[in-house]
């Protein structure tokens, strides 16, 4: 298969610490042919440090390349790129949240539909080795009881400092102010007026954190028929909400950022009456580190319980290997638009669930 060439907007954190090295030691499948971003000084450090010639600061500019797929690692709700690129005839790996409205994703999938390219919405735990050991155990639990989801989040400053990340404060006040406009507009339009904190519940603690978890309960074991409420405290620090399946079993779902202690902590429990089973995901700021399965059960009267680590792979590494898969033989993707529809649907209800307003 001739390697993809590919282009990436957006050289932030994220690009930094896993795609751009991912792509790099994915040489057999990749060659990264441009780069994209609002801030110059980034822009010059990681296109510098990588070698890519082919540098641009609007990504309209940047579809305007030779390259076959375009990588959007860019932050905030990625609609409009994602409909550009495939209207451009390109194939798409983006990162999440793929969009905020509903609008944007019927958007992406009418551009998809017509584009008949290969579009994966990047949720990593998807690809996890762990999750795909574990998948099979999951679902074959009998008299399943409840779910139980907790994120302990510890602040980004205390999770990246092993990481070598360049970021300037130099993005031109215009650029600047015009995202920001954009990305204000569509939240307004998925939840209309809101204060500053449920402006920071919808987009932070549902759309880019607790997202990664909807999508993985979704593709675990479905949608749920109701959301039962959604709880906020500690001025957005923490969330908890309760989902009903049509079964009765209830998945609840808890968030905590809790920045001072740098220990994250993140469980997706499947509990039965008499089995369980656990997945423990390291930092997603860490590189090659296993998730672990944790499985108890009962034998000859006695409980046990069984730690399995199914692979050393990088859940961010095997989802771009995927990608160029679905290139490469038209197949559909894991983790496609319509699936991310999906997540923005229910994470919409979760917030809606909120008792509002919520003060600032």
Not at 93 to 120: N, S, W
Not at 190 to 206: M, S, Y
């Amino acid at each position: 298969m001739p390697r993809i060439k590919i282009g990436v907007v957006g050289c932030g954190l994220i690009a930094q610490m896993m795609h751009l090295p991912h792509l790099r030691e994915l040489a057999d499948f990749y060659e990264v042919i441009a780069l994209c971003d609002v801030s110059p000084a980034t822009l010059k450090h990681v296109a510098d440090h990588y070698d890519i010639p082919r540098r641009h600061s609007d990504y309209r500019d940047l579809l305007k390349e030779n390259v076959d797929a375009i990588a959007v690692l860019s932050a905030d709700s990625h609609g409009q790129v994602i409909v550009d690129a495939l209207r451009a005839g390109k194939h798409v790996f983006t990162e999440k949240p793929m969009c905020y409205t509903l609008r944007e994703a019927d958007e992406i999938m009418t551009a998809h539909g017509q584009a008949g390219t290969v579009c994966l919405v990047a949720y990593m735990k998807r690809y996890d080795p762990a999750v795909r050991y574990a998948a099979p155990l999951i679902r074959r639990l009998p008299d399943l009881q409840a779910i139980q989801i907790t994120v302990l989040h510890p602040s980004e400053a205390n999770q990246i400092g092993h990481h070598d990340l360049r970021r300037f404060a130099d993005v031109p006040d215009e650029a600047a102010a015009r995202l920001r406009g954009e990305q204000d507009r569509l939240i307004h339009e998925a939840i209309g007026d809101c204060t500053p904190l449920e402006r920071r519940v919808f987009a932070g603690n549902l759309l880019s954190t607790l997202v990664h978890d909807i999508n993985l309960l979704r593709g675990l074991s479905g949608d749920p028929s109701e959301v039962l409420f959604t709880d906020v405290w500690a001025a957005g620090g923490s969330l908890v909400t309760c989902l009903r399946y049509p079964s009765g079993v209830r998945a609840t779902i808890s968030l905590h950022y809790l920045p001072d202690l740098a220990h994250y902590e993140e469980t997706v429990m499947f509990l039965g009456r008499g089995d369980r089973v656990r997945l423990v995901f390291p930092s997603p700021y860490f590189r090659n580190m296993p998730t672990a399965v944790v499985v108890e059960g009962m034998e000859d009267g006695g409980a046990f319980e069984r730690r399995v680590t199914a692979s050393m792979k990088e859940a961010f590494k095997e989802e771009l290997v995927h990608f160029a898969e679905c290139v490469g033989s038209g197949l559909t993707p894991e983790t496609p638009p319509a699936q991310a529809r999906g997540d923005v649907a229910l994470l919409h209800r979760i917030f809606h669930a909120l008792k509002r307003p919520l003060a600032g």
